[in-house]
């Protein structure tokens, strides 16, 4: 795999958000998720500047306030076709932040979601099984919680903190699908 980084402030992103699990707390480091989730692939990182517009059509998608303005995107292409997006996450999940790699399928659905950064107590930490719920799942009204997606007992802040997390990265990646189709 070879990863491209569009211009120094793609790396500067990277590493701000924790690449490394171990220093971050999270289970595993962005290169070995891409690597991972997209084999093969050449991963090209970009970072996408939102308009007022975009970011209002991502809110209103994904039913989230909290929409940055600044996108840290991976485009996994494998023989020149596109096979899979992958976007990071970064949000706080009760005081302290958490850095989640929403890997996409081609045809933008959730392919796997891997946390590289994690700040609040480990017990607050969403399990890998819970985090599988998500796999194959659309932006549709039953991506929530008490619907298709389980609750944590006990992390039910986390819970609430990676399903509008899930919801942002579909909204975004189909607002950006709209704008390149246009």
Same mark, same amino acid.
């Given at each position: 795999m070879r990863l491209r980084l569009a211009g120094g402030m793609a790396l500067v992103l990277l590493m701000a958000a924790g690449a490394g699990p171990s220093a971050q707390g999270g289970r595993i480091t962005r290169e070995e998720a891409l690597a991972a989730v997209f084999p093969g692939a050449e991963v090209a990182a970009e970072r996408v500047f939102l308009? *007022?517009?975009?970011? *209002?059509a991502i809110g209103e998608r994904a039913r989230v306030d909290d929409v940055s303005g600044l996108v840290a995107r991976y485009v996994?292409? *494998?023989?020149?076709? /596109? /096979?899979?997006?992958?976007?990071?996450d970064?949000? !706080? /999940?009760?005081?302290?932040?958490?850095?989640?790699?929403?890997?996409?399928?081609?045809?933008?659905? !959730?392919r796997r979601i891997d946390v590289t950064a994690f700040l609040e107590p480990i017990e607050y930490l969403?399990?890998?099984r819970w985090l599988a719920q998500y796999d194959d799942r659309p932006l549709d009204d039953d991506l929530a919680l008490r619907r298709a997606i389980r609750t944590i007992?006990?992390?039910?802040?986390?819970g609430v903190a990676t399903?509008?997390?899930?919801?942002? !990265?579909?909204?975004?990646?189909q607002v950006l699908a709209r704008g390149a189709a246009e």
């Open positions: 308009t *007022r517009a975009q970011r *209002r996994a292409t *494998r023989d020149g076709a /596109v /096979v899979g997006r992958a976007y990071v970064t949000h !706080v /999940v009760r005081t302290k932040r958490e850095s989640l790699l929403i890997s996409l399928h081609a045809d933008g659905t !959730v969403p399990s890998e007992a006990g992390a039910t802040l986390s399903n509008a997390a899930v919801r942002r !990265v579909l909204a975004t990646d």
